[in-house]
């Protein structure tokens, strides 16, 4: 009797976790096709932060840095991404990127620049408007920098 009581609890466990899985591995598909949707379109750099200690600053954007876009594009199951920047004394040099192949996953989006694998930190504030973060040298020191991108 105990044999068939220990053999029941055991299999009542073994089919309620392998349920929890399945369920687990459907809802991230979703996830990564509503990401992957979500960026899809144009975006425009529309404000910089950077972190001193513990305070979040603003940093002050030139009028080129303010033309920046990223333009995310879906072809068939591909995503691309093309940077356009703006510089010159009076934000007349254009340039971009071209089409980069760019893999987006949860947190961060991937792509080779050149020779170079660039793997971007984001994150989601709303549906019109992400942060991309990174470290850079900044007033002699290693700040953590937060990108803000709106969509157009």
Do not use: P
Not at 54 to 65: D, F, S
């Amino acid at each position: 009797m105990k044999k068939i009581i220990c053999f029941s609890i055991f299999y009542l466990l073994f089919i309620s976790c392998q349920s929890q899985r399945i369920e687990l591995n459907s809802s991230d598909n979703i996830q990564d096709s509503d990401r992957k949707g979500y960026f899809l379109g144009n975006w425009k750099l529309v404000g910089r932060n950077y972190w001193d200690d513990n305070n979040k600053k603003a940093y002050l954007l030139h009028e080129c840095e303010k033309k920046q876009t990223l333009t995310f594009e879906k072809e068939n199951t591909a995503v691309f991404l093309t940077k356009k920047y703006v510089a010159g004394k009076n934000c007349d040099i254009n340039s971009n990127s071209g089409k980069i192949l760019v893999t987006i996953n949860e947190g961060s989006f991937s792509y080779l620049d050149l020779d170079l694998k660039v793997n971007e930190r984001y994150k989601i504030i709303s549906k019109t408007k992400f942060t991309i973060t990174y470290n850079e040298i900044l007033e002699g020191k290693v700040r953590e920098i937060e990108d803000i991108y709106e969509r157009l």
